[in-house]
């Protein structure tokens, strides 16, 4: 399941492939819808539907940015593609870029899509507002294009675009695409939440959430929510307050934004949803 997205994003959620992939074997949920409403680089949902393991896809996110990329993508590929492959990639596209999000809100969505997806692959870890690969007096290891592959790349989205009759891509608050989606989806769905950090969310996402966004994701999934559901977290005794009444488990991933590093994470479940927690030991 690795490297299917064509964006970079820290955390590496694609690992959970295979806990996910039993627990939708496990409870006949195979072939049925799957949901991010926290789509971000989507890498866990772009490899079951290539895999065939879901039927439709649904891909939220609130911030425009991230929402213009994944439009851009499987509505105007061609588009897409024609900026990746005409654009240098050097430090003046970078500052072109930086602009266009400065502005987002009054690109295009090929224009703001595309800024996206350059910055996310020449940014230290995929991060919108980090700096730049190498430094902006490109002096480091690494340049700006150390992450850039445009045929592999151009490759990717093509690919994603093959599935677009299968994609659903939508902008709202989290909880706004809950509650509708707990109507509209039917009851063969599966739906993975992986909200901003609670500790570091800051520093890693452009729509952050304060210690009452937490709890409010908590208390609708755990009290509202019918459709079966994972969230995962990092493991601070915050959230495990805000999650006490949900089946938790724990599991090891490591983590590739600024350094490399081994950290806890939290998995929390439905009630009644089969699982096989051996397999997060590998996540």
Not at 222 to 233: A, C, D, G, K, Q
């Amino acid at each position: 399941m690795y490297a299917v997205s064509p964006l970079r994003y820290p955390g590496a959620k694609w690992r959970l492939g295979h806990f996910v992939s039993a627990i939708l074997a496990d409870n006949h949920l195979r072939d049925g819808h799957y949901a991010e409403p926290y789509a971000g680089g989507a890498s866990l949902a772009l490899s079951l539907m290539f895999e065939n393991q879901v039927s439709e896809i649904h891909l939220n996110d609130l911030d425009r940015s991230v929402y213009a990329f994944w439009k851009a993508a499987i509505e105007h590929t061609d588009d897409l593609v024609a900026c990746i492959l005409s654009t240098r990639v050097n430090m003046t596209s970078w500052y072109e870029q930086q602009e266009v999000q400065a502005n987002k809100e009054r690109a295009s969505i090929v224009d703001l899509g595309f800024s996206t997806f350059f910055l996310n692959r020449t940014n230290r870890s995929g991060i919108l507002t980090a700096g730049v690969i190498g430094g902006k007096e490109q002096a480091g290891r690494w340049k700006i294009n150390a992450r850039f592959n445009k045929k592999n790349l151009v490759s990717r989205i093509r690919r994603v675009a093959q599935f677009r009759s299968r994609i659903h891509v939508t902008r709202m608050d989290a909880l706004t695409f809950l509650q509708r989606r707990n109507d509209s989806l039917p009851r063969k769905s599966f739906v993975y939440l992986d909200p901003p950090y609670f500790v570091k969310g800051r520093h890693v996402y452009l729509n952050a959430y304060d210690a009452d966004d937490h709890a409010g994701v908590a208390k609708t999934v755990t009290n509202e929510f019918t459709l079966p559901w994972m969230v995962s977290y990092d493991d601070v005794p915050e959230i495990r307050k805000f999650y006490r009444h949900a089946r938790r488990l724990s599991y090891a991933l490591r983590y590739s934004a600024s350094t490399q590093r081994e950290g806890r994470e939290l998995v929390f479940l439905s009630p009644f949803l089969r699982t096989r927690p051996d397999l997060l030991l590998n996540a």
